[in-house]
Structures are given as C-alpha cells and as structure tokens.
C-alpha cells in the first residue's frame, strides 16, 4: 500500500467516524429535546403528588438513607442542619412548637425523624401505655424523644440510646429546648447492647412499660432478647420498632411470628405494635414497630 494511498485511506476513516459521532451527539440531543417536551407538562403533576404526599416521600428518602448505611460523617451533618433550622426556627420551652418546627423543615429537607404521621401513631401508643419507665433505642436527632416525653405521667421518665455521641449530643439539646429537665430523662451514649444490662445494673430500673425501636435494624433481635432476658417488661408494655422491611429485620420478624407469647395487636402507616405475653403470668409486653416501608 502506497503511502500517499494509505492517507487517503486514513483521511476517509477519520471522516466517517467523525460523522458517526456528529450523528450519535445528533440523535442523543433529539432524545432530550423530547423527553423534555414530554416531562414538562407534567412537573405540576410532579410537585403536587410531591407535596401532598411529603411524608411519604420523607419516608422514602429515609428508607434510602438505611438502605445505602450512610457514613456517620453525612448522618451527623443531617442532623446538625436540623438542629440549627430548629434551634433558630422553635419556641424554646414549648414541645409542640419544637415538634412543629421540626415538621417543617422535614417537608422541603432530609431528616432523621419518623415524622409527624408516624409520631401520630407513636403518641396513641404512649397514651395507652401511659408510661412510668419508657426507653427508646436510637436517639437521633430527639424528635421521638420529645414526642414520648411530652405525653408521660408526671413521675415518668424515658431512657434513650444513642450509639454515637455527636448525635447524641445533639438530640440531648434538642430535648432540652423542648423545655424537658434531666430528670425527666436519661441519655445513654453507648450501644444498645451494652446501655440495656445497665438499665438495672446502674439506673435500678427493674421494669418498662414502653419500648421504642429505632436503630440498627440488626440489633431488634438481640435487644428483644436482653429485655426478655432480663425481665423489664411489665404489664402492658408498648413496643415500637422501626425500619423492619429491611433485610436485617428478617430474624427478628420471625422470632415474633414464630413465638407463642406475641402478637401483632395493631399497625399502621408501616407501623406495628406487638404485644407480648408471658406464660402463666398477666406480664404484658407490647412490641411497637415503626418501620419506614417506601411509601
């Protein structure tokens, strides 16, 4: 092959792939120009969808939050940008506007709360358990923290857990703008393993009547078994967990399905509540599971 032919050859090859390219950027282009006109018309539809169902959208994007485990780095930013939109946006003192303030910022941002349906849903446990000695498992950012303890008999007090300290520094303020006193409630910064035996051990807590799930999924089970283990439940005790559409979920879900003492007596909004039954004793433990399902 010559070489004046081999550039000729060369120079056409560079030419046709050169329109290949022209025509693929071509034809892409064209693509988004009509997926464009084709979406417009319906954003309206979008954003009304969106916001009439803000809370399960938020329930969603929480759900995507567990499922992908994000870093503690990016949970503690999430809650530290509640805390100040809440901080600064609130009535300091007064739970309900704490509460409101909260939903507010949930309906446009990502946060780490159960939100208001599901706090609903929390409330109407916590009214009828009406609870001397609560505990939550998962602090995060203290919204359900607030919710229990704006509504517990004068002597009640809660107990919640929170693994990591940054967040639960911040869920302890928020507490504490809400208008509640340490004496009011007992922040544990440990994991739940480790907090639970020290519940008798340290704070002489000999039985609960409300307990509130809402940390790692893979910890229900093992948590369940402590309490059961070491005889906290007391007659009518509530029990709420959270997130059990998860995978981890699987075992504990099957441990309550499979036992003869409980039962699943309501649920709702992904929430169950499940009451447990002790043999030949009238020791009710009422199992509250709150799950964030994708809706």
Not at 128 to 156: D, F, K, N, V, W
């Amino acid at each position: 092959m010559s070489a004046s032919f081999r550039q000729f050859y060369l120079h056409q090859t560079d030419r046709t792939t050169l329109k290949s390219q022209h025509y693929s950027t071509w034809d892409q282009l064209q693509r988004a120009m009509w997926m464009s006109v084709v979406a417009l018309p319906l954003l309206p539809v979008i954003a009304t969808l969106v916001f009439h169902y803000r809370e399960r959208v938020g329930a969603l994007c929480r759900s995507m939050f567990h499922r992908r485990k994000m870093s503690s780095f990016a949970q503690r930013s999430l809650e530290r940008r509640t805390h100040s939109f809440v901080l600064m946006n609130s009535t300091h003192g007064q739970p309900e506007s704490v509460l409101q303030t909260f939903e507010c910022y949930s309906q446009t941002q990502p946060t780490c709360s159960i939100g208001q349906e599901k706090g609903e849903f929390l409330d109407s446990a916590v009214s009828r358990a009406a609870p001397l000695q609560a505990l939550e498992l998962g602090t995060h950012c203290g919204y359900s923290a607030i919710r229990i303890l704006r509504l517990l008999p004068a002597s009640g007090k809660l107990y919640t857990v929170e693994q990591d300290p940054d967040t639960a520094e911040v869920g302890e303020e928020m507490i504490l703008v809400a208008g509640f006193k340490h004496s009011q409630f007992q922040l544990l910064v440990s994991p739940s393993c480790t907090a639970i035996p020290q519940l008798q051990s340290q704070f002489g807590v000999q039985s609960l009547d409300l307990v509130f799930m809402d940390h790692d999924v893979a910890e229900y089970l093992p948590d369940l078994r402590a309490l059961e283990e070491g005889r906290t439940p007391n007659q009518g005790l509530h029990h709420r967990v959270n997130n059990t559409h998860l995978p981890g979920a699987k075992e504990f879900l099957r441990y309550i399905h499979n036992s003869s003492h409980y039962s699943v007596c309501f649920q709702a909004l992904g929430m169950q509540e499940i009451r447990y039954q002790a043999a030949n004793t009238t020791e009710e433990l009422t199992v509250t599971l709150s799950y964030q399902m994708v809706t």
